[in-house]
C-alpha cells in the first residue's frame, strides 16, 4: 500500500508540473536491449532523432540475455530497458530477483511464435489436417505433439524445449499452448526454480540469439521466441513453425519499458521525454498501414542493433510469416507496435502475467483478486503513459482519438484463446480456476506434489 501511495503522489507531481520545468533532470540515458525485432521502437527513435527533439542523448547497448539485462537496470548500469513485460512484475513481487521495477511504456503487442525441429514436425504432420491445398490447417493444437512425445519416450530420450526466460511471455505462451493440448509443462516451487515438476515436456532456458544454433545441434527440439529467430529457423532449413501468440493467447503486451522505480520518482522529466520519444517510434512503425516497415527493416537488420538478414526480417515485419518453405501465410498484425493502444500499460495485461505466474508455482501461495489488482498497478504505470501521450498532443504531435484517454485499464479482451476460455481480468481467481491443467485455489506445490 505505501508502494501505490508513493507512486500516486509521484503521479500527481509530474501532473502538476509547469511548463517551465520540463527539462531532462538527466540526458544522457543507456538503455539496454535484446536482438529482437521488438526493439524497433528504440533504434527507431534514435535514428529518427525523437531521442535528440526530446533533449536526451541516448546509448543503446544489446545485452546478452534477458537477466543480464534485468540486473543492469537494478544495478543501475542502464537507466533503462526493453524488457519482457513479466520481468518487472516478478521483480517487484520478489520471484528471481527482488527490485520495484515499473513501466509505463509497452513496446509492442504479440511478435513471438512456436518453432519445432523437422524431427520433431515429421513426427507431429500425419495429426493435423490438411487444407484443400494440403498445407497444415492452423492454429494447430499442441495434441499434434502427442506422437512425438510418444516416439521419444519410446527411445528413452528427454523431450526439450526452449524459452528465454522463465518470467516471459514465451515461457507462458509456451506453457499455455501445451496444456491447452492437455501436456503438462511443469510446476515451479519455492524449492526448485526449474519448472518440471510433474513435466511431460522439459523447458529450460536458451538466449533469444542462440535458439536456431540450440535446435540444429540438437539440444533442443523446439523453441519459442520472437522473431526473427523463428524465421531464421525456415531460411537455415532447421525448423518450423507451428503456432504463433496470435493462435494462443493474442493481443497481449509483449516488451516494456523497464526503469527502476526510484528513477522514474527522481527523474520525472526525463521519463516523460523518454516515453514521448517512443510513442513517436511507435506510431512511425505502424503509420500508414505499415508503410514504413521496410525502412525499419533495413535500420534494426544493422549489427548494432538486431543483426540479422533483412529478407528474414521482412517476412514478419512487413505483415506475412512463413512456416515451411514457401508456405508463406498474411499475418498482418504478427507484430503491432502502436495500433490497438499497443503502447497503453493495461492492468489487465499485468493481471493475466501474474495468473500465469501463479497458474504455475511462481506465485506459490494463493491471492485474493485485489493483490492482483494492486501489483499490476504499482508495476504498470497507465498514468505516466497518458501524460505523455497527452502532451504530445498538445504540442501537435500525435492526434488525441490515437491514445485511450479515460481508460479504467482493463483491456476489452480477445476471445481467439487457443482454449476457448474467457480471460476477465477483475476477476483473476476464477479464471485460474477456470484452466484444465495449472494450480487451482490454495493448491501449492510442496516436493514433487501438489497439496491443497
Known amino acids: 500500500m505505501l508502494r501505490k501511495l508513493a507512486l500516486t503522489a509521484l503521479i500527481s507531481a509530474i501532473a502538476s508540473q509547469s511548463a517551465a520545468d520540463t527539462h531532462p533532470e538527466i540526458e544522457d540515458l543507456t538503455l539496454g536491449f535484446i536482438k529482437l525485432t521488438d526493439m524497433a521502437p528504440l533504434a527507431i527513435a534514435y535514428e529518427k532523432g525523437y531521442f535528440e527533439d526530446e533533449g536526451l542523448f541516448v546509448t543503446l547497448e544489446a545485452q546478452a540475455n534477458w537477466k543480464v539485462l534485468l540486473d543492469g537496470v537494478i544495478d543501475g548500469n542502464l537507466h533503462g530497458a526493453h524488457m519482457l513485460a513479466g520481468q518487472p512484475l516478478a521483480a517487484t513481487i520478489g520471484f528471481g530477483t527482488k527490485a520495484h521495477i515499473v513501466t509505463p511504456f509497452v513496446f509492442d503487442l504479440n511478435g513471438n511464435a512456436t518453432t519445432v525441429s523437422n524431427e520433431v514436425w515429421e513426427l507431429m504432420r500425419p495429426a493435423i489436417p490438411s487444407d484443400a491445398d494440403g498445407k497444415p490447417v492452423h492454429p494447430i493444437s499442441a495434441e ?24 516471459s511471455t514465451h515461457n507462458f505462451e509456451q506453457r ?5 493440448g492437455g501436456i503438462h509443462p511443469g510446476y515451479y516451487s519455492p524449492d526448485n526454480s526449474a519448472g518440471q515438476i510433474g513435466a511431460e515436456v522439459l523447458l529450460s532456458v536458451t538466449p533469444p540469439p542462440q535458439m536456431p544454433a540450440t535446435l540444429e545441434a540438437g539440444t533442443i527440439s523446439g523453441y519459442t521466441v520472437g522473431e526473427p529467430w523463428n524465421q531464421q529457423a525456415v531460411a537455415m532449413g532447421i525448423g518450423v ?57 533495413q535500420i534494426i537488420s544493422s549489427p548494432g542493433y538486431v543483426g540479422a538478414d533483412p529478407v528474414v526480417l521482412a517476412n514478419s515485419m512487413t505483415g506475412t510469416f512463413e512456416y515451411e518453405k514457401g508456405d508463406i501465410r498474411p499475418v498482418p498484425d504478427f507484430n503491432v507496435f502502436f495500433r490497438y493502444q499497443a503502447n497503453y500499460p493495461f492492468t489487465s495485461d499485468a493481471v493475466w502475467y501474474l495468473t ?81 491443467i495449472g494450480l487451482k485455489g490454495d493448491q501449492r506445490v510442496i516436493g514433487n506434489e501438489v497439496q491443497g
Open 356 to 436: 500465469q505466474m501463479r497458474r504455475w508455482g511462481q506465485i506459490p501461495e494463493a491471492q485474493t483478486d485485489k493483490w492482483y489488482a494492486e501489483t499490476a498497478q504499482s508495476v504498470f504505470l497507465p498514468e505516466l503513459y497518458l501524460e505523455a501521450a497527452q502532451s504530445l498532443v498538445d504540442d501537435g504531435l500525435a492526434p488525441a482519438e490515437a491514445f485511450p484517454f479515460g481508460s479504467d485499464g482493463y483491456r476489452a479482451e480477445p476471445s481467439r484463446a487457443i482454449d476457448a476460455l474467457p480471460f476477465d481480468g477483475r476477476s483473476p481467481n476464477a479464471y485460474i480456476d477456470s484452466l484444465p
Open 176 to 180: 499455455y499452448w501445451l496444456a491447452a
Open 241 to 297: 513453425p507451428v503456432a504463433t501468440d496470435l493462435d494462443i493467447f493474442p493481443m497481449r503486451a509483449e516488451k516494456v519499458l523497464g526503469l527502476r522505480a526510484d528513477f522514474v520518482e527522481a527523474n520525472p522529466n526525463t521519463v516523460k521525454a523518454l516515453t514521448r520519444a517512443l510513442i513517436r517510434a511507435a506510431m512511425w512503425l505502424d503509420a500508414e498501414d505499415n508503410a514504413n516497415r521496410s525502412e525499419a527493416v
Open 144 to 167: 499434434a505433439l502427442r506422437p512425438a512425445l510418444e516416439a521419444f519416450a519410446a527411445q528413452g530420450r528427454p523431450f526439450n524445449l526452449g524459452m528465454v526466460f522463465p518470467v
